[in-house]
Structures are given as structure tokens and as C-alpha cells.
């Protein structure tokens, strides 16, 4: 069964709007999450490592005030995607590591779509 | 930093051919690998994981090897079908560290 949610699985926008995605570790709890965005036939690249309880780590190049993360509980991570805007639209990933394994599970994705 | 390379970046192959699919890396300094297959508009499913100190991991018609030292990576399928049609992405993991590395994907098309 699914080990990561994701909620929602797709969403549509206006550009200068915010839009929350969440994502939920359903088999174990999780002091760390990991944010990936994906645009068309590339790879995932990594936005940040959210931690729980604390603040998340950002990649080089990812605007923090642009995409909130929050991590308040060890089952769910939020990403917000304040004032979004048509560039901002990609598919994003959530993750969350095995602590035993060190196996990634990840979540379905979210569609974002800004017009 | 580490780097992964996955060839060939696209293949088609007729239904019930054996493939392999290729995977390298910069970095030997690994923790693990993994190995995932991704379907067109869906989140990733772990198809394998090969821990720094395995050779080998096989799940069903998969099998995946890992020559750390040489910095190579191979998954084979066996007797392919077309539900096998899907991009296959490698990650790494670094020692010591948190995030994956992943590969840019090798796109699988089995034609029945």
C-alpha cells in the first residue's frame, strides 16, 4: 500500500494566488521530508529538506519566502507556493526516508498548473 | 558533487526481449542505490534497493547489480511486457547524507 499521500493530486490556479500542498507519511513517522519539483522529461531536482519541528533546508537557488514549508508533525509536511506564478507551475514531489533502510518512499505528486 | 548518468536515455524493445538498463556515478562514497520506475504524470515507485555492501538485489523478473568501486549500476529485466513501458530512474545516496542524487532517466517502451 501507499506509504506517501499527497493531497491534492492536482490543482489549477491564478497567477498571485497561494496554493498549499501536503503531503502525509502514512507507514512511519517522519522527522524529515524531502520536496522535489520536476518539470516535463527532466529529472526530479530537490527544493528542500523539511525537519521537523524546525526550519526547513533549502537547495541553492530555491526562494524560501516563495515556498513555505512547514513540518509541524512527524506524519505531514505542507509546501506553500505563495504568489505563484505561470513559472511556477511543475509537478512536486514529496518523500520521506525509512529510518531502518534508508529506503525513499514517494508520494504520488501534485500537478500545479498557474494561469 | 556526485553525478549520475543513466544510458540510454530511451529504448524500445520488442515484448519479451531481456534488457538492461545502465547507471552511473561519480562518487563511489555511496550509501545506497536505488532504483525507481516512474509512469507518465504519477509520483516514483522504489522498484529495488542495494545497500553499499550488496553486489545484488532481485525482485521477481528485475535484478539489479551495483559495483560500487567502478561507479556502475545495472537493472535487468527479464522477459519484458508492455506493462514495463515506464521511465526507470537511479538515485544515490550519499554516506552521510540526507537527499538522493538522481539520475536523468532512461524512457522504456515495450512494444507488444
Known amino acids: 500500500g501507499a506509504v506517501v499521500s499527497q493531497h491534492p493530486s492536482r490543482v489549477i490556479c491564478k497567477s498571485g494566488t497561494s496554493v498549499k500542498i501536503e503531503c502525509r507519511s502514512l507507514?512511519?513517522?517522519?522527522?524529515?521530508m524531502f520536496w522535489y519539483r520536476q518539470f516535463p522529461k527532466q529529472s526530479l531536482m530537490l527544493m528542500a529538506t523539511?525537519?521537523?519541528?524546525?526550519?526547513?533546508?533549502?537547495e541553492q537557488g530555491v526562494e524560501k519566502d516563495k515556498f513555505l514549508i512547514n513540518h509541524a508533525s512527524l506524519t505531514l509536511s505542507t509546501l506553500t507556493v505563495t504568489s505563484a506564478h505561470p513559472e511556477d507551475s511543475s509537478f512536486y514531489i514529496c518523500?520521506?526516508?525509512?529510518?531502518?533502510?534508508?529506503?525513499?518512499?514517494f508520494g504520488p505528486g501534485t500537478r500545479l498548473t498557474v494561469t | 558533487k556526485q553525478e549520475v548518468t543513466q544510458i540510454p536515455a530511451a529504448l524500445s524493445v520488442p515484448e519479451g526481449e531481456n534488457l538492461v538498463l545502465n547507471c552511473s556515478f561519480t562518487?563511489?562514497?555511496?550509501?545506497?542505490l536505488q532504483w525507481f520506475r516512474q509512469d507518465p504524470g504519477k509520483g516514483l515507485t522504489s522498484l529495488l534497493l542495494?545497500?553499499?555492501?550488496?553486489r545484488e538485489q532481485t525482485s521477481g523478473r528485475l535484478n539489479a547489480s551495483l559495483d560500487k568501486s567502478s561507479g556502475r549500476s545495472t537493472l535487468y529485466i527479464a522477459a519484458s511486457q508492455p506493462g514495463d513501458s515506464a521511465t526507470y530512474l537511479c538515485?544515490?545516496?550519499?554516506?552521510?547524507?540526507?537527499?538522493?542524487?538522481f539520475g536523468t532517466g532512461t524512457r522504456l517502451t515495450v512494444i507488444p
Open positions: 538515485a544515490v545516496r550519499q554516506t552521510g547524507a540526507n537527499n538522493l542524487f
Open positions: 562518487d563511489s562514497a555511496i550509501y545506497n
Open positions: 518523500s520521506t526516508t525509512s529510518a531502518f533502510t534508508y529506503e525513499q518512499y
Open positions: 523539511s525537519n521537523e519541528g524546525s526550519k526547513a533546508t533549502y
Open positions: 542495494i545497500q553499499s555492501s550488496q
Open positions: 507507514d512511519f513517522q517522519a522527522t524529515t
